[in-house]
């Protein structure tokens, strides 16, 4: 089994409502990724729905809609699930209506905690029952020594998400997870979490889309598409963001995707999976495999084809402990790590 799925029509058609990321998949901060816009339309017209998943917190629904019709993709801020919105709900499972939580964040956390019937409140004197953390710019020691006397004095603890990065354009910047390291240290309690890639946050943007059939669309293996394989759904990844066609062959068994493109052009085409013939992958004109530990490709390196049965020949050969080196793995995609 090499988890690529055999797909005889284009996911625009064969699915309903596509959970889709949004840097690196729509955007590049105030860019649009390659193909983004047209690919996105296109679908749309064939009949895809979309709800875009972010697990920045930071981020308002508003701006992340604002953001996407800047780069020429329109959305509104119903169209857009923030981590901020899936930890206060997950919050509101466990308390009832009017429960005080201090915030641990942004504005947009607070707004979000307010959102589903909570009160936010800002120093661990109002005797809150919980605590939310998420990413903040702004972010104090003062609000993560609230947080800590709280949870100290008995308030239970939870988390938008635990990244330890946050890509930026200028490299990977320390993500919210880094940040609730600190209050887990000062602690010793560890947080109850959302985000990607627990399953909730799938699951909970699904049931807002009304899907029956969703896809789950993104370019990071150890959030998207993890999170896509805890959630139960079919994940796509595009080669648009963090993850390589390196990181994606190497990728092990609980982060591969069901689906595999350069980009989201791939919306509009099937996604036939690779067969075994003596030991050769095929996809298409595309062949791969792996001798003496090194991945060997024939048809065009750029051509999503390749690109799968290349993943399908790493995969197999890793699965009976045989991993292929990084290296021949980069030679084959022209150098990419």
């Given at each position: 089994m090499t988890g690529l799925m055999d797909l005889t029509q284009a996911p625009a058609v064969a699915f309903d409502v596509a959970i889709?990321?949004?840097?690196?998949?729509?955007?590049?901060?105030?860019?649009?990724?390659?193909?983004?816009?047209?690919?996105?339309?296109?679908?749309?017209?064939?009949?895809?729905?979309?709800?875009?998943?972010?697990?920045?917190?930071?981020?308002?629904?508003?701006?992340?809609?604002?953001?996407?019709?800047?780069?020429?993709?329109?959305?509104?801020?119903?169209?857009?699930?923030?981590?901020?919105?899936?930890?206060?709900?997950?919050?509101?499972?466990?308390?009832?209506?009017?429960?005080?939580?201090?915030?641990?964040?942004?504005?947009?956390?607070?707004?979000?905690?307010?959102?589903?019937?909570?009160?936010?409140?800002?120093?661990?004197?109002?005797?809150?029952?919980?605590?939310?953390?998420?990413?903040?710019?702004?972010?104090?020691?003062?609000?993560?020594?609230?947080?800590?006397?709280?949870?100290?004095?008995?308030?239970?603890?939870?988390?938008?998400?635990?990244?330890?990065?946050?890509?930026?354009?200028?490299?990977?910047?320390?993500g919210n997870g880094s940040m609730v390291a600190a209050t887990v240290t000062a602690t010793g309690v560890t947080p109850k979490a959302s985000g990607k890639p627990r399953p909730g946050m799938f699951h909970l943007a699904a049931q807002r889309a009304g899907a029956a059939n969703p896809l789950v669309i993104g370019d990071r293996l150890d959030t998207d598409l993890e999170g896509a394989n805890n959630a139960g759904y079919p994940g796509l990844m595009v080669l648009t963001g963090v993850n390589t066609a390196v990181d994606a062959c190497l990728a092990p068994p609980a982060q591969r995707p069901q689906l595999l493109a350069w980009d989201l052009r791939a919306l509009g085409r099937p996604h036939p999976a690779p067969i075994l013939e003596a030991a050769t992958w095929w996809c298409g004109p595309a062949r791969a495999w792996v001798e003496a530990g090194r991945l060997h490709l024939e048809g065009d390196p750029h051509s999503d084809e390749a690109l799968r049965a290349a993943a399908a020949a790493c995969w197999s050969v890793a699965d009976a402990g045989q991993a292929p080196s990084r290296d021949s793995i980069a030679e084959v995609f022209g150098g990419q790590t």
């Open positions: 889709t990321d949004l840097d690196g998949v729509c955007f590049r901060d105030t860019e649009p990724v390659e193909y983004a816009t047209e690919s996105i339309a296109a679908a749309r017209a064939a009949g895809l729905r979309f709800l875009f998943l972010t697990n920045n917190a930071m981020r308002l629904p508003q701006a992340a809609a604002q953001r996407l019709q800047g780069v020429g993709i329109p959305a509104a801020a119903a169209d857009v699930l923030t981590a901020a919105q899936t930890g206060a709900a997950l919050v509101a499972q466990d308390f009832p209506p009017g429960t005080k939580v201090l915030v641990v964040g942004s504005a947009g956390l607070a707004q979000a905690v307010q959102e589903v019937g909570l009160t936010p409140v800002a120093s661990a004197d109002d005797a809150p029952a919980a605590v939310l953390q998420g990413l903040s710019a702004e972010l104090t020691w003062r609000q993560l020594a609230e947080g800590a006397y709280a949870i100290g004095h008995g308030a239970a603890f939870y988390a938008t998400n635990l990244d330890l990065t946050l890509p930026q354009p200028r490299g990977f910047a320390p």
